[in-house]
Every structure is written in C-alpha cells, then in structure tokens.
C-alpha cells in the first residue's frame, strides 16, 4: 500500500512540475539564480544517488561486489561507452564478481 | 549545465543557433530521463548536425523525424533497465508499468524504486524522485515559448516534457520542425520506454534473483551514466562531492530516503560558498565576472545569506 502512495505521490508530484512549465509566464523562473539552482540540483541529486545505491544496504554502509560493478560502469564512461554498455558492464561485472565470491 | 545557466542571456531568436547544441548535449546528458540511452553514445543527428544552420532556415520534415526517431528508440530501449530494475527492488508488474506510464521521467523512477527497494518512508522516497524532476519545469518553460501550444494541448503535451524531448525540439530551426521533433520523439520514446519497461519487469521475473545476475548495479551505473556528463565545471564537481559525502554520512542515521534530500543541499550550499568567494575577490577587480550569469547569480546569492546562513554553518559542523 505505502508502495502505492509513494507511487501516487510521485506521479501527481512530476506531472505538476512538467506541467508547471508549460503554464507559467516566462519570466518568472527566468532568475539566474534559481537557474542555477535548477542546474545544480540534479547534480546533487545524482551523485547521492550513485553513492548511496553503491555502498549501502538498508542503512548501513557496505563495500560489496556492487563497488566493482560501478567501478567498472565509470571506466566505460571514461571511454566513451554508449550508455547501455555502461550499464550492461556494470550488471555484468557485479554479476561476475558475486559469482567468484566476492 | 553550465550552458543553461548562460541561456536566459541569449535572446530567443539566437538561442536557436547558437544554445541549441548545448543545450541538446546538456539536456540529453544531464537529463535524468529515461535513461538517456545515448549519455555517452553516439549522438542522434540534433545535437551537432543541425546545430550551425540558421535560424528560421526551414529543415525537412523528414530530417526532423529521422532525429526524432534516433533519440526516441535509443533512449526508449533502456527503458528494459528500468523494468528489470524497479522488478528486482520488489515492486510488482502493475506498480512498475504504473510508474512508467504515468510518471515518465526516467531519473525519478529509478531514484523512487532504490528508495522504495531501501525501505524508505514512501513520502520521502516520492519527495527525491520529485526533485529529480524539478528540472522538467524549466524545460516546460522553454518548450512553450518554442512550441506556442494551445493552451487545451498544454496539458497534453506537459507528460512529454522531459531531457530528450526537449533537446531534440530546442534543436530545430522552426517552430514547424520543433513542434514536429518534439512530437515524434515523444510519442516514440512514450510507447518504448513503457513496453521495454514491461519487458524488463517481465524478465526479472522469470530470471527471479536480480541480484545474482548484477542487477542492483544497473540503477547506480544509470546514475553516474547520467551524472558524468554534467561535472564539466569546478562548481558541478564541488556539488557532487559534498553530495556524496552529505548522502552516505547521513545514511547510517537518519531514515531511509532523508540523506539524499539532505545531499541535495549541497547544491545550494556551494553557490552560496562561491558567491562568498566571488564577493571576496571583487574588491580586488572581480569585475570580469560582474557582469555574467553567473555575478547574477552570485547578488542574488548573497542576499539569500543572510537567512540561510547559520542553516549552512550547522550544516556543515554537522558534516564533520
């Protein structure tokens, strides 16, 4: 049920926003600095995200075969790999490093 | 994201030829949507094929659609990540096709599924996929100078304001040929990603446990796939360090789902530290920066200080 809420609310949240931007006058969001905000957020966002999913289970901090498998991901992007190599290598070695064990 | 800081400067006209190709790059590698399946791939032809033309100079309609098309199936395919994805964290078929359908960013519904999959309290987890999606209002309000929609289609259209929509229409010279990419690449970037997201939901189901095929690695690796291309600059970098620091040393103590809204401060905390900075040089001939976006950005800045400042400063303590 919470699944369904948190769902709903993310639905509701994210149509508002894109919907948002099409109704206002275009002034209004056009400050630097929220632009700036806007730009930056995401970034924060991500790399949180990219940390946290990595290194953690539940709530506490762990170093497992996930560390590999995204290592792995930013090695190909640091070789220009499309983004579905990317993905795939990190599933890939995560897979391959559990598989030895690790 | 530096480019779409700098383009409320460029008069409209101009932002046609001269902000389109960054801000196709931009919004297509920053973009946490769906998947963004060409982050680091080969570029579909808008971005720096049709960039140099001049304004107003009308492009076939087939051109269009054949851009349209490259940007809608590429980022449509890793909509299959998805699926296996939101699967493997324990959401069903119906929750994981609801979220495509009807959320349809994306970098929210990757972040919503590792939240709910961490055991999140369900509004925090909805509050970091919304403010993943915040960035869609902004290309919501590019797009209806662009496009010049009836308002009755605003509604419509607004489900389809996402990174790749954008930056496929932001490339176009017309606002025949925008409307016409942003169409396309949204109608067939909406039935892909949902039917590869069931494909993947479907998968992972036959396969049963994701995790010993790697798949709680696809999530992070979209993330840092989608976050790469945006550190171009010392300030992006700045942001993503303190958010990682902020987010894991947070993660131990406070409930699942907070840290990263926690994290999401760094944002604002490194403006405002380099509007410190910034303030500080200009006695000492800062005047170059004066007059860019970014010497806005830094007044405007400053003069959020006053409220936001022990905010910040207990933040930091905290932090260490």
């Known amino acids: 049920m919470s699944i369904w809420i948190a769902i709903g609310a993310t639905a509701v949240g994210c149509y508002l926003v894109k919907l948002v931007g099409l109704l206002v006058p275009a002034d209004t969001l056009e400050r630097p600095l929220v632009q700036r905000l806007a730009a930056l957020l995401p970034v924060a966002l991500l790399a949180a995200l990219t940390a946290q999913q990595t290194f953690s289970t539940g709530q506490s901090l762990v170093l497992d075969a996930r560390a590999a498998g995204v290592g792995a991901a930013a090695l190909a992007l640091l070789l220009r790999a499309p983004f579905l190599v990317v993905v795939g290598v990190a599933v890939a070695v995560t897979a391959g490093v559990r598989a030895l064990g690790g | ?320």
């Open chain 2, 1 to 320: 994201m530096a480019e779409q800081t700098a383009r409320p400067d460029i008069p409209a006209g101009e932002a046609y030829a001269t902000a389109a190709p960054s801000t196709a790059l931009a919004a297509r590698t920053e973009g946490p949507t769906p998947g963004r399946g060409d982050a680091a791939g080969p570029r579909p032809g808008p971005v720096p094929g049709d960039a140099p033309s001049a304004p107003g100079e009308p492009k076939p309609d087939s051109a269009v659609v054949r851009d349209a098309l490259g940007v809608g199936i590429a980022v449509g395919l890793s909509g299959f990540a998805f699926g296996v994805t939101s699967a493997g964290s324990g959401l069903t078929l119906l929750q994981t096709c609801v979220l495509s359908l009807l959320v349809f960013t994306g970098a929210s519904q990757f972040a919503l599924v590792g939240a709910i999959a961490a055991g999140g309290n369900p509004l925090a987890a909805a509050a970091g996929a919304f403010f993943l999606g915040v960035r869609n209002a902004f290309y919501g309000l590019r797009l209806s100078q662009l496009l010049a929609l009836p308002r009755f289609v605003r509604p419509l259209a607004a489900h389809w304001v996402i990174d790749e929509t954008t930056a496929v229409a932001l490339a176009q010279p017309t606002r025949r040929s925008a409307r016409l990419g942003f169409t396309v690449t949204g109608l067939t970037l909406y039935v892909l990603w949902n039917l590869t997201t069931l494909l993947g939901a479907l998968g992972a189901e036959a396969i049963g446990d994701t995790d010993a095929w790697g798949i709680d690695a696809a999530g992070p690796a979209v993330f840092l796939a989608l976050l790469a291309p945006m550190l171009r600059t010392a300030t992006e970098r700045a942001v993503a360090g303190l958010a990682v620091l902020l987010g894991l040393g947070f993660l131990p103590v406070l409930p699942a789902g907070v840290p990263v809204l926690v994290a999401a401060v760094a944002a604002p905390a490194v403006l405002w530290l380099k509007g410190r900075a910034i303030g500080d040089g200009v006695s000492g001939g800062g005047s170059t920066r004066g007059g860019s976006t970014r010497g806005g950005s830094t007044r405007d800045g400053s003069t959020r200080d006053g409220v936001g400042r022990t905010k910040k400063a207990q933040r930091k303590e905290r932090e260490r």
